[in-house]
Structure formats: C-alpha cells, structure tokens
C-alpha cells in the first residue's frame, strides 16, 4: 500500500511539473544593473547618515502611523472614560476629576510627542527628496547638453555628406545651442511676476467696480 501510494503521489508531482510553464528570465543590461547599484548605493550612505536618535524618533512614528495605534488608543481612552464614570458605590478608586483632567493633559502631552515626532520625521524626507531633486537637475542638465552636442555634430554631418542637400534648418541650429538653466530661471520670474501684477490689477477693478 505505502510503494502504490508513493508512486501515486510520485505520477502527481510528475503531472503538476507538467503543467508548469518555466518562463525564462534574462538577466538585466549592464546599464539598468548599474542604475540600480548607484540607487542602493545613494540610499545606503543615507542610511548611515542616519543617527541612533533619528532611527528610533522614526520607529515610533512609524508605530503611530499603523491603524493598531488608532485601535488602542480609542480602546485606552474609552475605557478611562468608562472607568472614570463607573458609580462611587462601587468602592472604586477615582484617578481623575469628573472633567477629566488628567486625561486632557495626556492627550495634549501625546498630541505634543507625535507633533515633534512627525516634524523630524517630514524633515529628513524632505532633505532625502532635496537631494533627489538636485540630482535629477544635474542629470537632466547634463542629458540636455549631450542632445545638443549630439544635435551639432549630425548638423555637421549633414553638411559634410556630398548626397545631402545642404540648407538651413532653424531648428536644428537653435537646438545645437545649450539652454543657460540662469536664462531660464529668469523668464520662469518675469512671466511669474507679470502674472501676478495682472492678477492684483483684476482684484483692484473687481474691487472699484463692487464696493462693500
């Protein structure tokens, strides 16, 4: 009985692997696989940027941040409340005053610790995300100059090849040129006060027009 089992169970295995289907996976071009190793690399030295105290302000607010928190803090609050409330017949002791007091202390003091928790928390994401956000400047920077060179150098050799027509093409020859990021950066605020002005002269007429 146990030999006819085992080869029962040995046919089923057989026919499970069968009806597998073994997908082939490539490995990743040399590229992406460097992109990644430079990601780990960056979050690695972040991580050991990362103080004692900072770690353990970030683990408590990650504690506050799941709904098990939520839960026992509801379940703690209500049970003070019903415990406070409880008949003095009952020979219980009272911690707190019919207004619940020290429960409105407890809670403002919590209130406090999250406040301060969740601050230093949202402060170092915001320094992760500035330096996320210069490198993304840099590397866009630096690709936008490399398409322009690319974009010069096949203008030239448009102009070298015999079996092209030479002429001239306005775009391409705009394109060729680098884009100052400053330039930029200062039409960004022209347009950007200009707008602003427009929008101050229709609230001055809208408040001309409809006096109150």
């Not at 707190?96 to 406040?115: A, E, H, K």
């Amino acid at each position: 009985m146990k030999s006819e089992f085992k080869k029962q169970s040995e046919k089923s295995q057989s026919a499970n692997k069968q009806n597998y289907t073994i997908v082939p996976i490539a490995p990743l071009p040399d590229p992406i696989s460097q992109n990644i190793e430079t990601i780990i690399a960056l979050q690695n030295k972040a991580e050991k940027e990362f103080s004692q105290h900072h770690r353990i302000v970030e683990a408590i607010t990650t504690f506050w941040s799941r709904p098990g928190f939520l839960y026992s803090t509801l379940v703690v609050i209500s049970l003070w409340i019903f415990y406070d409330f409880l008949p003095s017949e009952l020979g219980l002791p009272k911690f707190d005053s019919p207004t619940l007091d020290y429960l409105d202390i407890t809670l403002g003091f919590g209130s406090l610790l999250m406040t301060i928790g969740i601050l230093i928390t949202q402060k170092r994401q915001e320094r992760l995300a500035e330096q996320r956000a210069q490198l993304s400047l840099q590397l866009n920077l630096l690709s936008e100059q490399k398409i322009a060179k690319i974009i010069a150098l096949l203008e030239e050799l448009r102009h070298d090849l015999p079996n092209v027509k030479n002429r001239l093409d306005v775009e391409a020859e705009m394109m060729k040129q680098a884009t100052d990021p400053e330039a930029v950066v200062a039409a960004l605020e022209e347009s950007l006060a200009e707008e602003l002005a427009e929008l101050e002269k229709q609230e001055t007429l809208e408040l001309t027009e409809n006096p109150t």
